[in-house]
């Protein structure tokens, strides 16, 4: 299983990043796909996940409306649309895989048995 995310950056407040979680080495449809950041000094905290099937979407209450998951089967590859940043939407952010074909996620890192290597969000205030 290998996961690599990426299109990290630094932005200014109120502007977008789009990332990206390229999937190879499983069964993607049979996967759920959850992004988790994690700030300096504090835990890894869920973003959003989407389930396998990607039909269904669930956000953190943090990120909801700014954030957008969504995914594309033919590529294996996930996308976190980020808009609306925010300074403490700092942190890296990471893709991770959950084998899972019951078509139901959550964002819960304890979930999720397989990481990609992060990428950095940066936001200027």
């Known amino acids: 299983v290998q996961l690599q995310a990426s299109g990290g950056g630094l932005v200014q407040a109120g502007g977008s990043l789009r990332l990206s979680c390229a999937a190879s080495?499983?069964?993607?449809?049979?996967?759920?796909i959850g992004w988790f950041r994690q700030a300096p000094g504090k835990d890894r905290e869920g973003v959003g996940c989407?389930?396998?099937?990607?039909?269904?979407?669930v956000y953190a209450r943090s990120v909801k409306s700014r954030f957008a998951i969504s995914s594309d089967s033919a590529k294996n590859t996930a996308y976190l649309q980020l808009d609306n940043l925010k300074p403490e939407d700092a942190a890296v952010y990471y893709c991770?895989?959950?084998?899972?074909?019951?078509?139901?996620?959550?964002?819960?890192?304890?979930?999720?048995?397989?990481w990609g290597q992060g990428t950095q969000v940066t936001v200027s205030s």
């Open positions: 991770a895989a959950e084998y899972n074909p019951y078509g139901y996620c959550s964002p819960e890192v304890p979930r999720f048995r397989s």
């Open positions: 080495g499983f069964t993607f449809r049979d996967h759920n």
């Open positions: 989407i389930a396998s099937g990607h039909s269904k979407i």
